[in-house]
């Protein structure tokens, strides 16, 4: 289980396909810091993704992608070089400061539009249909991992506002119009509304 509250950015190091199994594919993320204590079978959210370290070296990290990883999540397009957010998973007695996050990313939301202001970044995306019911105003909402407060939702599209420090603690600050963001309703508006 997670928060949404990122700890920071990793880098894809290698992405290799599995030559055996074709719907298959092995990433190292350099996570720097986060590797720290982290042990072979453990959890670590990889843009709201968890995924289970299968190797460790330093402060790289092997994770494999399975096909429903792949079909479900943006992570089947990483290549080398680019940054993703990371979040260790919570300790018994850890502060919950987000929502509850699970790592069970629903699909994909697409950005529409971004505004920049000088205090502030808003950014739209358009939801998958079958999620849209979840995604409500001044609820919760995971994009990439990162625990955001939906600021307007109307349909399939929604908004959200992003600060300075999440524009520096995580990788939203590099995206543009027509990118990919995993998305994760709230859990506990799930189990209201269904």
Known sequence: MFTGIIEGTGTVKSVVRDTA???AIRIVVDIGMHSEGLKRGQSVALNGACLTAVEISGSEC?????????????LGGLTPG???NVERSLKIGDRLEGH???GHVDGTATITKIRRRPKEVRLWFEIPKRLSKYVVRKGSVTLDGISLTVVSAKGRTASVSLIPHTLKVTNLASKKEGDRLNIEADILGRYVLD
């Not at 092997?62 to 943006?74: G, H, Q, R």
């Open 100 to 102: 509850f996050v699970l």
């Open 82 to 84: 680019v940054a993703v």
């Open 62 to 74: 092997t994770f494999e992608l399975v096909d429903e990883t792949i079909k479900k999540t943006s």
């Open 21 to 23: 199994n074709r719907s």
